[in-house]
């Protein structure tokens, strides 16, 4: 059976004693440096310019370190034994389909959860349509089944079909609430707790299970007594956070350890596990190489000591929207995304002046390198690695399919800016924004646009001249949507009031 060998780039809080990840764990992207402080600076013409700091700790990934990570998993023999393993899986999945609908649902979420369903879609894809189009309430599960119900709606709703909250109806009573000898039923709770987080606006009978599971899954954390060691183990997991909130590989990486210990273990499905984990980690560890190169041709972390020289954190964003083997490009492309936005926020942030700012918006608005004859140096180099990067990804394009797309990563590069700028000049101008005004700047300047906008230039083939003009000329809701959760989580998360 395969070892599973524990990523130096993939480093998780959560990790079983006894196995090192041979680094510590790096500091966070916003919580390692102290609060600003400024510091006068004498620019050519004796002007004295005040210049605030971040202090951020320099970073502990050092690029001969990362260029030294080496795996024993690629080659041929690898690739063989995998393709055997997965032939094994179909043929469980096949088998499956003849047995009651909850073996192929659990089947299905231990693929997920072992981070293996993405070799088997479309499998996953017909007994998920056979569940749903078959008496979709009750089909093949027991009506008193609470587990059952829940396992079964989460994993439809995690795939897009219309299932109804009223699915749980049967497990309420007459004055709307939860019946209390659910209560009991542990596994029931946590499935339902685990289907409570896909809930939309407005979904009354979602919103009391969460309150009802969780309720119970907290007393029996509590309690001392009568405890199943694997079960416990996923309860306080969850209770921590739900699995629609975690980064699919981290989980991943942290439920083959826990499944090893489960009375219901498949061996093969462990084993292919393990082995995939770590011929994907092989290529992550290519793709983060090639980011540490970009990076240091660059010259970014080396010549500006006020930003946050976060390579490999900006990297593992990338992870978390595309592990997959074949969107090395994406990640290796976005990755460089993450990284010009993380170091221009600083510029706007922290260390640029006003004036230098303006220019610098200017100059980007205008995309021009005649543009940045009087900018200082420091910004200068940002403008350099933003335009030939930019540059790069249009002619990748443009050889690939044919589409000129630079007027629309000028455009949404520049909404950033601008945003950002505004942001400066509310500081600079002692201005208390009204929650609105903040809010409709917020929702651009935490990046989610020009992130969302590479996502999708960066990982569709064919672009189309359709969805270009829908992002140029809307706020379309699902950008909004995402741009204010991820605005308002932020703001959260670095809040000096609240510690998350």
Known sequence: MSQLRVPPTLFHPSFPSGISTRLPRPPSLRRDYIPCQVRSMVAPDNQIIVRRTANYQPTIWGYDYIQSLRTEYVGESYTIRRNKLKEDVRLMLDKYVHKEPLYQLEFIDALERLGLSYHFEDEIKKILERVYGNNQCNYGLKKDSLYATALKFRLLRQHGYNIPQESFNKFIDENGNFKACFGEDCRGMLYLYEASFLSVEGENVLDAAKTFATKHLNEYV?????????????????????????????????????????????????????????????????????????????????????????MLENFLWTIGGSFQPQYGYVRRMASQVNALITTTDDVYDVYGTLDELELFTDAIERWDINAIEHLPDYLKLCFFALHNFENQVVSDIFREQGL????????????????????????HNGYTTTLKEYIDNAVVSISAPVILYHSYVLASNPITMEVLRYLDEEFPDIIRCSSMIFRLANDLGTSPVLDL
């Open 222 to 310: 509590k309690c001392k007594e009568g405890k199943d060691p694997y079960l416990f183990t996923l309860v306080k997991h969850a209770l921590e956070f739900p699995l629609h909130w975690r980064m699919l590989r981290m989980e991943a990486r942290w439920f083959i350890e826990v499944y090893q210990k489960s009375p219901d273990m498949n061996p093969i499905l462990l084993d292919l596990a393990k082995l995939d984990f770590n011929m994907v980690q092989a290529i992550h560890q290519e793709d983060l190489k090639d980011a540490f190169m970009w990076w240091k041709r660059t010259g970014l972390g080396e010549k500006l000591e006020f930003i946050r020289n976060r």
């Open 404 to 427: 000129n797309i630079l007027p629309y990563s000028k455009k949404a590069w520049l909404n950033l800016y601008k945003a950002y700028l505004i942001e400066a000049k509310w500081y």
